[in-house]
């Protein structure tokens, strides 16, 4: 099914007004968006048009009880200036499942890819090509009913609109492990990309960057003994540059797309890779070995972000230094070469937009 997308361009484009050299994270938007609407029981009207407020009811559902999920997925040129995505069909199904979960209409892939795709296309010009830079994009759904009854929303909006930016995390983070707070237990939507899920970290994050940390790491629920992920990354723990641990796909954590790419690549590469539980006892026993030689996060804004310290009840362990870092480094050029298309993508991860 060829999917028929309206579409109004913008009549002053606010290129000229970016800079590229340096562009603050998710603050600058690009020309365009998309948007389709779920009105009687199907998506409908599809369009393109310029990025620009909404009009939205004080009585939105979406305000008062949350029906609201996102992506987040990058594009990039490759070297002969092509626009391309990575993995994108993997978003599609992550954000089906998270509708799923939280009550929500699925959307076609081929309405969202071809929304997305002719988007990227039009504001192709936005893709930044700096090292490190990409034009991240992002999709989002929300339940649009004005009624203040508690119930599943009848009508939906999903849209897409993309920002250009460079690296997320330049520095190695530190980051504390929580213990009082918990992001998603047994039952709970942690494998959703749902916006409360986040608006319930805000106040936790808070409080660690009080005590001068840039991230938490979240525990199990049920015993507060296990690692879990960390802030919008999953996480992965090498033991003497031989052994990889992440935690293993639990219901709670995000089944990130860049956790599934380092899987992969590191398997092919012939290191060892364990996906289970992981004890937080185990990695401070480990730091203090002087065993835990890499230590990192890994998500679509930041690729790999990694660790410089990890606080434990009080106590700062901290890592060997960024440079002699082997895992994450190799990780990092290794993923960001196949998406910029300077290395072969053998895996067919790279998708072109045109
Ligand atoms: C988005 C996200 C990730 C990373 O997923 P990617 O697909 O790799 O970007 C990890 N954890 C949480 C909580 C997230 O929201």
New binding site residues.
């Given amino acids: 099914m060829a999917i028929s997308i309206k579409i109004s361009k913008t009549s002053q484009s606010r290129i000229h007004l970016c800079d590229f050299e340096n562009i603050e994270f998710g603050k600058i938007f690009s020309d365009h968006m998309f948007r389709v609407d779920y009105e009687d029981g199907k998506w409908q009207n599809p369009q393109i048009l310029p990025y620009g407020p909404i009009e939205i009811s004080p009585a939105l559902s979406a305000i008062h009880y949350g029906q609201s999920i996102f992506e ?1 997925m990058k594009a990039f040129k490759n070297p002969a200036g092509e626009a391309q995505l990575f993995r994108p069909i993997d978003n599609i199904n992550r954000l089906n499942k998270s509708a799923v979960r939280m009550g929500m209409p699925e959307i076609p892939e081929e309405l969202f890819l071809g929304g997305l795709k002719q988007l990227v296309a039009i504001d192709k010009d936005w893709i930044p090509t700096k090292e490190g830079s990409a034009l991240y994009v992002r999709p989002f759904m929300f339940a649009t009913d004005d009624y203040v009854g508690v119930r599943s929303s009848i009508n939906y909006t999903f849209m897409i609109f993309c920002c250009p930016v460079n690296s997320y995390y330049p520095k190695p983070i530190k980051v504390k492990v929580e213990k009082k707070y918990v992001r998603a237990s047994a039952g709970m939507a942690g494998y959703a ?1 749902a916006a409360g ?1 986040y608006g319930i970290s805000m106040l936790p994050t808070a409080e660690a960057k009080k005590e001068g940390y840039d991230q938490i790491i979240w525990t199990d629920g049920r015993t507060h003994e296990n690692v879990e ?1 960390s802030g ?3 996480l992965f723990f090498v033991m003497e540059d031989k052994l990889i641990l992440t935690p293993r796909i639990d219901g709670n ?2 089944e ?4 599934a790419s380092c899987i992969h690549l590191l398997k092919e590469e012939g290191y060892e890779i364990q996906e289970r539980d992981i004890s937080v006892k185990e990695i401070i026993e480990a730091t203090k070995a002087n065993k835990l030689t890499d230590a990192f996060g ?3 804004a930041a690729i790999i972000a990694k660790i410089a310290a990890i606080g434990f009840e009080g106590t700062d362990y901290f890592l060997p230094e960024a440079e002699s870092r082997k895992v994450s480094n190799w990780l990092y050029n290794t993923i960001y070469q196949i998406q910029t298309g300077k290395i072969a993508d053998q895996n067919n991860w790279v998708m072109p937009v045109e």
Avoid: A
Avoid at 256 to 259: A, D, L, Q
């Fill in positions: 987040g990309k899920n992920e919008t990354t999953n954590i995000l990130g797309i860049t956790r890994t998500g679509t």
